[in-house]
């Protein structure tokens, strides 16, 4: 099982940023796929998933990002896709993607800043 | 939203010994039809990702070593070391998976005494 996370850098506020997820090693359309992430010396939060086509592909999402993020997924690419818009300085952040919860990916910097 | 509450926020522990961390969730986490609680324990080493170490607060996930283990009662949880080595110097968190948003602890971070 493999997951890379891509697209990270640095944003201005207010801009947008699409982070991607290139999953291997598994049935991709068989799980559903989660964001979390993690700000610079401090813990964890989840960010939101998607469930799997056979639970509706449906999708949920912290209150903090509500509105601004969007994740989808194409499963004939087994790609997660994290929208990100309207950013600001809190959503600085280390993005892992996830497979339901049990492998992560190393993780895409980031971070928004003038 | 189910608050998670670990304790302590860190501790130093001599190799070989055993190492306890706890956590409280403000809320039930125990889904009735399976009877299992949504809890899982996280070790995140210093510049990595989270690697999952127990799910169903506490089945151990594959490959991950026995002396790791997962109790639970009630809205109480525990990951117990039962004999810390050197690699095991890392943050821990415990997160609920039973409702959303998923939450997670503050983190405990253990060192070597």
């Known amino acids: 099982v493999q997951l890379v996370e891509s697209g990270g850098g640095l944003v201005k506020p207010g801009r947008s940023l699409r982070l991607s997820c290139t999953t291997s090693g598994f049935t991709f359309g068989d799980y559903a796929m989660s964001w979390f992430r993690q700000a610079p010396g401090k813990g964890l939060e989840w960010v939101g998933f998607?469930?799997?086509?056979?639970?509706?592909?449906?999708?949920e999402y912290a209150a903090s990002v509500k509105g601004r993020f969007t994740i989808s997924r194409d499963d004939s690419k087994s790609v997660a896709y994290l929208q990100m818009n309207s950013l600001t300085t809190e959503d600085t952040a280390v993005y892992y993607c996830?497979?339901?919860?049990?492998?992560w990916g190393q993780g895409t910097l980031v971070t928004v800043s003038s | 939203d189910i608050v998670m509450t670990q304790s302590p926020d860190s501790l130093a522990v001599s190799l070989g010994e055993r190492a306890t961390i706890n956590c409280k969730s403000s809320q039930s986490v125990l889904y009735n039809s399976n009877k299992k609680n949504y809890l899982a324990w996280y070790q995140q080493k210093s510049g990595q990702p989270p690697k999952l170490l127990i799910y169903w607060a506490s089945t151990r996930q594959s490959g991950v070593p026995d002396r790791f283990s997962g109790s639970e009662s009630e809205t109480d949880f525990t990951l117990t070391i039962s004999s810390l080595q050197a690699e095991d110097v890392a943050v821990y968190y415990c997160q609920q998976y039973y409702s959303t948003p998923w939450t997670f602890g503050q983190g405990t971070k253990v060192e070597i005494k």
């Open positions: 996830t497979r339901e919860f049990d492998y």
């Open positions: 998607i469930r799997n086509k056979a639970y509706g592909g449906t999708t």
